[in-house]
């Protein structure tokens, strides 16, 4: 069990690194400019209280900002010129990292399991 921790955590610290070499390569001024569009275009959306399938509606609310997160960071890449790229996720390896925040973490983990609970508790006394 420790094995797929291991590989997950090795997983997101990959996505991370990715998402913040697009931003840097976004910044760069050999990139052209609709692939600087299509970037904000797609993390603006992800980002934006408007969706097509709205962010409150559980689990379901987040395919379509994961589905477009995921078309951005497998096509992005590939319009971005390689040298550029390359050279982004060099800087993006040095940049520093941040501490982690257990407590705050742990708070917003709570609030949402607090959520879930008293979804679920209404839904059984109204449904129910």
């Not at 990715?18 to 400019?33: G, H, I, M, T, Y």
């Not at 078309?71 to 992005?76: E, N, P, T, V, Y």
């Not at 990292?97 to 949402?112: D, F």
């Amino acid at each position: 069990m420790g094995w797929v921790l291991q590989r997950w955590k090795t997983q997101s610290g990959q996505l991370k690194l990715e998402v913040l070499a697009l931003f840097l390569a976004c910044r760069n001024s050999k990139v052209p400019w609709f692939v600087k569009t299509l970037a904000m275009g797609i993390f603006g959306y992800a980002l934006s209280p408007f969706d097509f399938i709205p962010d409150p509606v559980p689990f379901i609310g987040y395919l379509d900002d994961v589905g477009l997160l995921l078309l951005g960071l497998a096509f992005l890449p590939r319009m971005i010129p390689s040298a550029v790229l390359a050279d982004c996720r060099t800087q993006a390896r040095g940049f520093p990292t941040r501490p982690v925040r257990w407590v705050t973490a742990g708070l917003i983990t709570a609030n949402w399991l607090l959520t879930a609970i008293a979804i679920a508790y209404l839904t059984h006394r109204v449904v129910g």
